[in-house]
């Protein structure tokens, strides 16, 4: 099925790990972003990127890196990871192609910071 | 900035029951608004969408009209059914790179 690839589906990392989180879409979307969910929070921004080799932060960027070498493939890394990025990620896909196009979503990875 | 609020859950119904989730927003300038559905385990997925004023979003039975008026988009459906349960999320997109703004969802539990 076409659409938006997460991987790890799942993780455990102890304070102050390391690892990278791999999202890959085969829509050739422009626009790829990365969200975190909380219980009572929603989901919330951390970084997104507008085309290959462009990154840009959003409304909860501390603690997160991102690289967008590929344009079908956007990275998310903790390069120390805390108990406050247990979580669940979610990456997405859209394309500036039509307005309000909408997103295409993976089905996320659960991390969990121990 | 940008906000979405949406009405706390759960909320839950019987099967048949009509369902309305409402959803307020505040935006500079003329968003898009969406609603999305997650069920569970899954990722999030496009429910329906209006993109200016007086639209009417409607799929899979469900229904939402954008009122710049009241600034809402509230989520309707006239037969809720058990395979409706899932939390939906209220969104919006104003900028020019197309960044959605969530609420923070609203759990629906429907029961036979």
């Known amino acids: 099925n076409a659409g938006v690839t997460q991987t790890p589906k799942f993780r455990v990392l102890k304070t102050g790990q390391s690892m990278t989180l791999l999202c890959a879409q085969d829509?050739?979307?422009?626009?790829m972003y990365w969200y975190r969910q909380d219980p009572g929070m929603g989901l919330r921004l951390i970084h997104y990127s507008v085309g290959e080799g462009t990154t840009a932060k959003g409304e909860v960027p501390d603690g997160y890196n991102v690289s967008r070498l590929k344009k079908q493939n956007f990275l998310l890394g903790l390069e120390s990871a805390a108990p406050s990025q247990t979580s669940v990620y979610f990456c997405?896909?859209?394309?500036?192609?039509?307005?309000?196009?909408?997103?295409?979503f993976g089905s996320g990875t659960r991390l969990t910071v121990v | 900035g940008n906000s979405v609020t949406q009405m706390e859950g759960p909320v839950t119904l019987s099967e048949e029951a009509f369902l309305t989730i409402n959803c307020t927003y505040t935006a500079t300038g003329y968003p898009s608004l969406f609603w999305y559905v997650q069920y569970p385990g899954e990722g999030l997925q496009l429910l329906l969408k209006a993109t200016k004023a007086d639209d009417k979003g409607s799929n899979k039975g469900f229904e939402a009209t954008y009122r710049k008026e009241t600034t809402s988009f509230h989520l309707e459906k006239g037969s809720v059914q058990v395979s409706d349960s899932a939390v939906y999320f209220c969104?919006?997109?104003?900028?020019?790179?197309?960044?959605?703004?969530f609420g923070k969802g609203t759990m629906l539990l429907v029961s036979p």
């Open positions: 829509m050739n979307h422009e626009y």
């Open positions: 997405a896909s859209s394309t500036p192609d039509r307005e309000g196009s909408g997103y295409t």
């Open positions: 969104a919006l997109s104003d900028s020019g790179y197309s960044t959605l703004t």
